[in-house]
């Protein structure tokens, strides 16, 4: 399979309360999506997003994109070891090479989204969302408000 390479910053927005946890305490809520279980960054600071993806209040900056993915992909695998986890670049208005879960239509491009998944090795297995906690990332990450001057 091709080799993403993460990018330096990902982005997340959202009310501040959800970010807040994500940032003291590393809670990130995994949600069905294509028979995965999704968690979608944007790669980019972009103020139009708090509109676009309202009623977002707050932007979650990681700075350490590499230390939060393999953190992230290791809580998941304690939590669900009969799951395979990938992560890359949503492709928006042609089929994504990683699938249909990272392949959405090209009015969603400006969300330049790079997204997690974990799919089952279990043909029955069931989707529900699933919180995980990978530890404080307050380190390598911070909230910034709309506001917030550009990185």
């Given at each position: ?10 982005h ?15 809670q ?124």
């Amino acid at each position: 399979m091709h080799d993403y390479q993460r990018p330096p910053t990902l982005h997340r927005y959202a009310l501040h309360a959800e970010l807040d946890a994500a940032l003291r305490g590393g809670q990130f809520r995994l949600v069905p999506s294509g028979g995965f279980l999704t968690l979608s960054f944007s790669q980019a600071w972009d103020k139009r997003l708090f509109d676009v993806l309202a009623p977002a209040d707050t932007c979650l900056v990681i700075h350490n994109t590499e230390e939060f993915g393999e953190r992230l992909h290791r809580a998941v695998q304690r939590m669900l070891p009969n799951w395979a986890g990938i992560d890359g670049p949503v492709e928006y208005g042609s089929r994504s090479r990683l699938g249909a879960a990272f392949t959405k239509s090209l009015a969603h491009s400006q969300e330049q989204e790079w997204q997690f998944a974990w799919r089952s090795m279990s043909a029955n297995a069931s989707l529900h969302p699933v919180t995980v906690n990978i530890g404080s990332i307050e380190q390598f990450a911070e909230l910034r408000s709309r506001e917030s001057h550009l990185a």
